[in-house]
Nanobody, 124 residues
Framework: QLQLAESGGGSVQAGGSLRLSCVAS????????VGWFRQAPGKEREAVAR???????SVVDSMKGRFTVSKDNAKNTLYLQMNGLKPEDTAMYYC??????????????????WGQGTQVTVSS
């Protein structure tokens, strides 16, 4: 089993920055694809970014240039650096994972492990 715990959310003004963290515990030695998702009230959960066991990362096109995903294997921690935040970025942000060396384009239902989420609120 893999446990995930997000932190770093909060309230910021438009244009501000936040760095979200996701600490993994449990079977962390296994290869995982890990990703960030977000869900705003009344909307479906959407992908934000992902990174595989080899560190190959990708960010959804609409967020490229503002969001960066990274990880620190020694700390078993996944990060999401968010700059230039906009009110439409307001959502609950989740980290998630599935057991595989490489990431593919599967949606949220394909991820087996989820954190509880951390709220990001951006005011105009």
């Amino acid at each position: 089993q893999l446990q995930l715990a997000e932190s770093g959310g909060g309230s910021v003004q438009a244009g501000g920055s936040l760095r979200l963290s996701c600490v993994a515990s449990g079977f962390t030695s296994s290869p995982y694809c890990v990703g960030w998702f977000r869900q705003a009230p009344g909307k479906e959960r959407e992908a934000v970014a992902r990174i595989d066991s080899n560190g190959r990362a990708s960010v959804v096109d609409s967020m490229k240039g503002r969001f960066t995903v990274s990880k620190d294997n020694a700390k078993n921690t996944l990060y999401l650096q968010m700059n230039g935040l906009k009110p439409e970025d307001t959502a609950m942000y989740y980290c998630a994972a599935y057991l595989r060396w490489y990431c593919d384009t599967r949606g949220p239902s394909g991820y087996n492990y989820w954190g509880q989420g951390t709220q990001v609120t951006v005011s105009s």
